[in-house]
Nanobody, 122 residues
Framework: VQLQASGGGLVQAGGSLRLSCQVS????????MVWFRQAAGKEREFVAG????????RSAESVVGRFFVSRDKAKNTMYLHMNSLKPGDTAVYYC????????????????WGQGTQVTVSS
């Protein structure tokens, strides 16, 4: 399976962005799909995700109530909807997948998109 993340950009604090993760050479529903982010000088951290069934995983505490994940099966694409963005959300965002089981450990994911930069200005 191949993943391609897109949709990042520069946005002011309080704004919104929608990131996309296009799945190719595979079917979206066959994988646990998640988002991670990595800010400069920091470790990669789990953000949010969705099980094969479509059930959402528990999001990171820092994004609860602001970010949520959705899927479009027809487009074979997962989205990360980001609202009320803060400068602390600035990071490179990655989508990742694995075939079974959910995890917040990036080392347990087999497939990764290339990352998309999100910059939130104050």
């Amino acid at each position: 399976v191949q993943l391609q993340a897109s949709g990042g950009g520069l946005v002011q604090a309080g704004g919104s962005l929608r990131l996309s993760c296009q799945v190719s050479r595979g079917t979206l529903e066959s994988y646990v799909m998640v988002w991670f982010r990595q800010a400069a000088g920091k470790e990669r951290e789990f953000v949010a995700g969705v099980l094969k069934t479509g059930l959402a995983l528990r999001s990171a505490e820092s994004v609860v109530g602001r970010f949520f994940v959705s899927r479009d099966k027809a487009k074979n694409t997962m989205y990360l909807h980001m609202n009320s963005l803060k400068p602390g959300d600035t990071a490179v965002y990655y989508c990742a997948s694995r075939q079974t089981g959910s995890s917040e450990d990036s080392r347990e994911y087999d497939y990764w998109g290339q990352g998309t930069q999100v910059t939130v200005s104050s």
